[in-house]
């Protein structure tokens, strides 16, 4: 178990380091992982079951608690986020298929590591539980729609099709999940220690399977998706914290809005663009992988650092305050 929480730990800290390296290795050597693109649906399958086996009652409190909040992010994450990769896709006039990927990573429920980068920037954990959950489990309706009426633009899209493929890769193994943990009971405690590293593992090879179909086209296209992905990203982090500054909310409230919004689903968005369409239409899926979660674990970094900064300085404020009063004692 020491072992387990060991590389759960490694995972954690070091995550943006490790997308990086493997987003590499299947770049320069994409024929070592090509074999893993038609295992990304599973794969996907799989990580949806584990978020199912670790769900609690609990996770859904926070609906409860802060009705507001956890609507706010749901709102944003399927009512502004296509509209922004629409929006992108039109300004940097991009092909179709691109256009079409970038707006169904716009279209996609929150990921799963935004809990992880939400927990590393100090923000409010429960808060993104809860709302990664509530989206993903909005998604076999809500992904569809977004997509068919944005995408639409570029190709007609077949909704029945992609609900039902949604149901199956995110609904069907989130069920089968929460059934194995209702009647393992402790021993689903136990094999829950394991799955955040098991889970970790499967991502990391939907990016690889993913990167390595898409190698030839993410080199061709340069830059350019890389930009459109980040501004995409970017967009996200700014209408959370817009929309949190204007309703009054904490600073880790923020945090947590921000990063649910800015950080999509991009593994669901890479398999639904290859089984549905085509891999160039998973490219902004691959490309958002790599982008997400590198700027979210710069980004939490950034929160960490500045939250230490203050520490410091409320530190030394208040010593300096104890002497002061020290001293007007020493005087009386």
């Given at each position: 178990m020491?072992v387990l929480?060991?590389?759960n730990?490694?995972?954690?800290d070091?995550l943006?380091w490790?997308?990086v390296l493997t ?6 050597i994409?024929?070592a992982?090509?074999w893993l ?18 769900m ?9 608690k802060q ?9 944003s ?27 169904l990573v ?8 935004s ?11 429960p808060l993104s539980?809860?709302?990664?959950s ?10 569809p ?5 944005y995408?639409?633009a ?5 909704f ?30 136990k ?5 955040p ?11 690889a ?6 190698q ?5 296209s ?6 459109v ?13 817009l929309?949190?500054?204007l309703?009054?909310?904490?600073k ?20 639904l663009?290859?089984t549905?369409?085509?891999?160039l ?18 980004y ?8 230490l900064?203050?520490a410091?300085?409320?530190t ?7 002497n ?9």
């Amino acid at each position: 178990m020491k072992v387990l929480s060991k590389v759960n730990v490694l995972f954690r800290d070091y995550l943006a380091w490790i997308v990086v390296l493997t987003a590499g290795a299947a770049l320069i050597i994409p024929e070592a992982f090509t074999w893993l693109a038609p295992w990304v649906t599973l794969m996907l399958q799989f990580i949806m079951f584990t978020m199912g086996a670790t769900m609690k009652p609990s996770d859904f409190s926070q609906v409860f608690k802060q009705p507001l909040k956890v609507f706010v992010v749901v709102l944003s994450q399927y009512l502004f986020m296509p509209l922004s990769a629409y929006l992108l896709a039109r300004l940097f006039q991009l092909p179709s298929e691109i256009a079409l990927g970038l707006i169904l990573v716009g279209s996609v429920p929150g990921g799963t590591s935004s809990n992880v980068i939400t927990y590393l920037s100090n923000g409010d954990v429960p808060l993104s539980i809860t709302a990664t959950s509530v989206s993903t489990l909005l998604s076999p309706l809500l992904t569809p729609l977004m997509l068919s009426f944005y995408g639409g633009a570029y190709v007609e899209i077949a909704f029945m099709p992609m609900f039902i493929s949604i149901l199956q890769v995110v609904l069907l193994p989130i069920l089968l999940g929460l059934v194995a943990n209702h009647f393992l009971g402790s021993h689903a405690e136990k094999a829950s220690q394991s799955l955040p590293t098991l889970s970790s593992i499967a991502v990391l090879m939907v990016l690889a399977g993913t990167v390595a179909v898409n190698q030839a086209n993410i080199v061709s296209s340069g830059l350019l998706i890389f930009a459109v992905v980040f501004v995409h990203n970017l967009s996200g982090y700014g209408m959370g914290y817009l929309v949190s500054r204007l309703l009054g909310y904490s600073k880790e409230s923020t945090r947590a809005i921000a990063i649910e919004i800015g950080l999509q689903n991009t593994g669901l968005a890479s398999s639904l663009g290859m089984t549905h369409f085509s891999p160039l239409t998973a490219l902004a899926g691959a490309v958002g992988a790599l982008v997400h979660t590198l700027f979210g674990s710069i980004y939490a970094s950034l929160c960490a650092k500045k939250d230490l900064r203050e520490a410091k300085a409320d530190t030394k404020k208040s010593k300096m305050a104890h002497n002061q009063v020290a001293v007007a004692q020493d005087v009386k």
